[in-house]
């Protein structure tokens, strides 16, 4: 499995993340810019000691790493889907993309992949759960879908 962040902001919610990546063998993709350097105290400390066991793959832009991996499926987190993410399929190596903290995924994004968007059940009182559960609650759904394979591969 991939996550994909798309300008992430707050580097705590990228550390959360990438422990995650860590314990599931997830790649994790970071587009930037960031709103943080990767030598962030707070995004180390959120990632503990795990960051030696992330696959952390840098972009420039999200259409070089779409480009890049052009055959690829990809699921975009949106609150403005109709389509709840656990009703669509995730093949093994699907990449689950997530927008910045603020904003969400830009509509160019999000233009690019209609059949692709996903949405997280909740209640519509204005903001949407935090990043890092956004990410844990669809990553495990995929790797559920596929019985946890990806945690029975050496790392």
């Known amino acids: 499995?991939?996550?994909?962040?798309?300008?992430p902001?707050?580097?705590?919610?990228?550390?959360?993340i990438a422990r995650t990546c860590a314990l599931t063998n997830t790649?994790?993709?970071?587009?930037?810019?960031?709103?943080?350097?990767?030598?962030?105290?707070?995004?180390k400390r959120a990632g503990l000691d795990y960051w030696d066991?992330?696959?952390?793959?840098?972009?420039?832009?999200f259409e070089e790493?779409?480009?890049?991996?052009a055959e690829a499926r990809f699921f975009l987190a949106t609150t403005r889907s109709e389509q709840n993410y656990h009703q669509v399929q995730y093949p093994h190596d699907s990449f689950?993309?997530?927008?910045?903290?603020?904003?969400?995924?830009?509509?160019?994004?999000?233009?690019?992949?209609?059949?692709?968007q996903i949405r997280i059940p909740m209640?519509?009182?204005?903001?949407?759960?935090?990043?890092?559960?956004?990410?844990?609650i669809i990553l495990y759904e995929a790797l559920r879908q596929n019985e946890f394979n990806a945690l029975k591969q050496e790392t």
Do not use: C
């Open 96 to 116: 689950l993309v997530f927008g910045k903290e603020t904003k969400g995924l830009p509509k160019g994004i999000l233009d690019a992949y209609p059949d692709g």
């Open 53 to 61: 066991k992330v696959e952390l793959k840098l972009w420039d832009s």
């Open 27 to 43: 790649t994790l993709h970071l587009v930037r810019p960031l709103g943080f350097s990767l030598e962030d105290r707070y995004l």
């Open 1 to 7: 499995m991939h996550i994909v962040l798309v300008e």
């Open 123 to 136: 209640r519509d009182i204005g903001r949407s759960l935090n990043l890092a559960n956004s990410a844990a």
């Open 65 to 69: 790493l779409a480009g890049y991996y």
């Open 9 to 16: 902001e707050i580097p705590q919610n990228t550390g959360n």
